[in-house]
């Protein structure tokens, strides 16, 4: 099925089983769950989280012909409106990646993806922890998603994606592409020559 196809290719990106713990199933509902856009430009936010599919197809012919060989408008991820929220977080790791990146540096996208993960308190759902209590994970992580969609978290971005010291705005009010640009400014202290 292209679908499971796809997501293994995302989840290679973030490297789900090589780290310290693995977290295929957090992944999961990561990606079963859809990103709604709150402030009018995260539409741009969804847009790059929806053109991973693209991405994928791209590099992989022999998917993109199993896509039409067996069609079904009902999971087309080519036409989907909304992204998950894996692919937001992949979308937005790569562009910490190349906002972050020097001429002699890897790609480390997976690693800003685990930052974001890490921020919105998601790394302790590994999937050993699913094992014990996948009830209760599947709802706190929810819980924190639909925080997440709704802007639910604090003024500093605390609760958020990108947690800032010393914020100039009320991030529940700053879009997503700014969040992440003060963030980085913040924290990796970016000075211009």
């Known amino acids: 099925m292209i679908e499971t196809s796809y997501f293994q290719w995302l989840c290679e990106i973030v490297h ?5 713990k693995s977290y295929y ?3 999961g509902e990561l990606f079963k769950y859809p990103f709604r ?12 989280g929806l053109e ?9 012919e022999e998917a993109y012909n199993e896509y039409y060989l ?10 989907r409106k909304y992204c998950s929220m894996l692919e937001l977080f992949i979308g937005i790791a790569k562009h910490m990646n190349d906002e972050l990146m020097t001429e002699d540096s890897s790609d480390k996208t997976h690693k800003y ?28 992580i929810r819980d924190i998603l639909v925080n997440l969609n709704e802007r639910h978290y604090k003024k ?11 914020p100039e705005k009320d991030q529940r009010k700053v879009e997503i592409w700014y969040q992440m640009q003060a963030y980085i400014n913040e924290k990796y202290k970016i000075v211009e020559e």
């Not at 991973?52 to 992989?60: G, I, P, T, V, W």
């Not at 500093?156 to 010393?166: A, Q, R, S």
């Open 37 to 48: 856009v709150k402030a009018k430009m995260d539409i741009n936010r969804n847009n790059d």
């Open 113 to 140: 993806f685990w930052e974001i993960i890490k921020n919105l308190e998601l790394d302790e759902f590994d999937d050993e922890k699913f094992g014990e209590e996948s009830g209760i994970s599947t709802v706190q």
């Open 25 to 27: 199933i957090l992944c």
């Open 70 to 79: 067996y069609y079904n408008p009902n999971t087309d991820l080519l036409k």
């Open 16 to 20: 789900a089983d090589s780290m310290e």
């Open 156 to 166: 500093d971005g605390t609760g958020g994606m990108f947690p800032l010291k010393c």
């Open 52 to 60: 991973l599919a693209k991405d994928f197809f791209s590099e992989n």
